[in-house]
Structure formats: structure tokens, C-alpha cells
């Protein structure tokens, strides 16, 4: 009788461990539109001045001391290879990128560039969302300067539903080691950071900033460039839950 009990016991921990991990993979539906940055739209730089740059996706640029502009990035297609994933959504099939333009910043003036870019998806309460995205950076990128004061960073962020600012977190981009050498075209890696949405969370921010960025004074190449991001919801529990039954089946099995 014991035993039955026991291993009644271990079935319905088995069947609620499955019925979790079925759970967790319907919950992991957070989606960036074009992604992978391939889709663009011709934007208005200057008048009659036009460049693209990515669809789905919003663009700001703004300098400390002249404020907003449009010229700080733009989409191109030699900003996307590998090792970042080849796709073939862009017009002619190109794998396209996004190009930001440190060099739109004056050091000496100290008006500086900042450009972000970034899409809100809706999010719920209380789940994990993870941002994966590629970056690279040239050599003489403003970022990549001992001490400097630009930033590089990919950013979750959280709102309400009356779009209030809740928590979020921030990933240092040249900590995590952008810039590194790796022999890869714009030594381009993989980052990516996690956060958990607290109460009152409406939608999550997927964005990349480039901040306070300037004209490397020496010259040379300084793109700082980006593709290929993904927002997920990490499912940790869910491998847990598989080891928690399968030792419920084999404990089930084992007294059978
Ligand atoms: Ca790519
Ligand atoms: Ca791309």
C-alpha cells in the first residue's frame, strides 16, 4: 500500500513537471519585429538627403548642445556578416546592419552623440526576458578609448501600462568586451543580458545605445555597428522540471 502511494505520488509529480514545461513553452512568445534589422526605410537625413535605416524599429539621434538629428546611424549592408547569422531579408537579399556614427560627436565642442535604437514589445509581470544581440566595433571607435566618457550598452527597460518607467538593466557593452580582438570582421560578438519583469509591467524595452560618442581626434576606423537581436523568455525552470521528471519516472519504474 505504501508503495503505491509512493509511486502515485511520483506520477503526479511527473505529470505537473511536463505540465509546467508544456506551460513554459507557450509563455515564450516576446518578438522583436525585423530583428535581424535586414528590413529598412528610406529616412530624410538632411532635405532631400536620404538614408535607411531599420523598419519596426524607433531611431533617435540627439546631440548634447544642437539637439536631435538623424544622421546617427544608418542601415548598411556590409554591418551584418558573419559571425553574426547570415539571413537574406534585405532588398537584394542582403543581410543589412545598423551603422552608428560616433564620429557625429565633437569632443572639443562637447556636443556629443547620442543614438539609440530600440522597440517595445508587451511583456507580462513577473517573467524572465532576455535580449541577445551582436555589436562590433572598429578599432578607433570613441567607445573603445581608455576613459572615455561614451557608453555602449544594450538595455532592457520596463513600463507601465500609462508607459511609466519600472526598473530594468543595462549591459556595458566594452565591460562585457566589446572591441576585443577576436579576427572577426568589426571584432563583432554576442551579448546579451536577462531581467525580470516586476509588478505593473505593461511592455519591455529592447534597445541599443550608443551615448556620448565623439570623432576619435586620431582618425581611422570607428564604426560602432549591431544585428541580429533576439527577446526571449528563458525558460530555467524548464530543464529543471524535465530532470525533476524523469527522476519521478525512473523512481516510478525503480518500485514497479
Ligand atoms: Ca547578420
Ligand atoms: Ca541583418
Not at 545598423?98 to 539609440?116: C, E, I, Q
Not at 519583469?197 to 529592447?206: K, L
Amino acid at each position: 500500500m505504501k508503495t503505491q502511494i509512493i509511486q502515485t505520488k511520483r506520477l503526479l509529480a511527473l505529470i505537473a513537471g511536463l505540465g509546467l514545461v508544456v506551460c513554459g513553452t507557450n509563455i515564450a512568445s516576446a518578438q522583436l519585429l525585423n530583428g535581424n534589422l535586414d528590413v529598412t526605410y528610406q529616412q530624410e537625413i538632411v532635405p532631400l538627403f536620404f538614408l535607411p535605416k531599420p523598419a519596426s524599429w524607433i531611431n533617435e539621434g540627439s546631440r548634447t548642445i544642437t539637439g536631435p538629428y538623424e544622421d546617427e546611424m544608418s542601415s548598411e549592408p556590409w554591418s551584418g556578416p558573419a559571425p553574426t547569422p547570415v539571413t537574406t531579408d534585405g532588398i537584394g537579399a542582403d543581410d543589412w546592419g545598423v551603422f552608428f556614427k560616433p564620429f557625429s560627436g565633437n569632443l572639443t565642442t562637447g556636443d556629443l552623440a547620442t543614438g539609440r535604437l530600440y522597440q517595445d514589445v508587451f511583456a507580462t509581470p513577473g517573467l524572465n526576458y532576455q535580449l541577445t544581440g551582436w555589436a562590433g566595433a572598429e578599432a578607433n571607435y570613441s567607445g573603445l578609448i581608455p576613459l572615455s566618457v561614451t557608453k555602449s550598452e544594450f538595455r532592457l527597460t520596463f513600463f507601465d501600462a500609462g508607459s511609466i518607467q519600472l526598473a530594468g538593466a543595462t549591459l556595458d557593452l566594452v565591460a562585457a568586451g566589446l572591441g576585443v580582438a577576436n579576427g572577426q570582421p568589426f571584432n563583432y560578438k554576442q551579448f546579451s543580458l536577462s531581467a525580470i519583469a516586476p509588478a505593473g509591467t505593461a511592455t519591455v524595452r529592447a534597445e541599443v545605445a550608443m551615448i556620448d560618442a565623439y570623432g576619435n581626434p586620431a582618425g581611422g576606423g570607428q564604426a560602432f555597428v549591431v544585428d541580429d537581436f533576439v527577446l526571449s523568455v528563458p525558460e530555467p525552470t524548464t530543464l529543471t522540471l524535465v530532470g525533476l521528471g524523469l527522476a519521478g519516472l525512473v523512481g516510478f519504474r525503480r518500485r514497479s
